[in-house]
């Protein structure tokens, strides 16, 4: 099995994260409570915990964009993140709609920001050439 990454985040309302991860972003369901609940992310495994403290800590500029922080999302290829930015079209309010970001430099990428309902920032993000992913 390969490496996956666990992320547990905070959520004022379960039932809204659940339609927001469920339904908006196609995320499988798995274990829950009333409290939490996992989501398959893309293969990687999300928990929303019912807390205090989600929502918007500041923003830093990258390319000439303001990036909410934190942030987290995953990377796709281009072809996965064209069909999920078609589909968020008219579900989310994009913090930065599709783009591409470092056009013709190392690192190129295609990358779009939203927020779930509690306010926690997604990137998702395509490389224009995976072996870029770490470069430096």
């Not at 918007?56 to 303001?66: C, I, K, L, Q, T």
Request: aromatic fraction near 12%; include cysteine; proline fraction near 7%.
């Amino acid at each position: 099995m390969p490496p996956r990454f666990h992320l547990a985040i905070p959520v004022h309302d379960l039932a809204a994260a659940r339609a927001f991860y469920g339904d908006v972003l196609r995320c499988p369901e798995g274990r829950h409570s009333e409290r939490w609940c996992d989501f398959d992310l893309f293969g990687h495994q999300l928990v929303v915990h019912v807390a205090e403290g989600a929502g918007d800590a500041g923003a830093n500029p990258v390319d000439g964009e303001e990036v909410p922080v934190p942030h987290f999302g995953v990377i796709l290829s281009i072809a996965e993140f064209r069909d999920l930015a078609a589909h968020l079209e008219g579900k989310v309010r994009f913090v930065i709609p599709p783009t591409v970001r470092f056009e013709g430099e190392v690192g190129e990428q295609h990358t779009m920001f939203f927020r779930d309902p509690s306010g926690n920032a997604l990137e998702f993000k395509a490389f224009a050439d995976d072996a870029q992913v770490f470069a430096t």
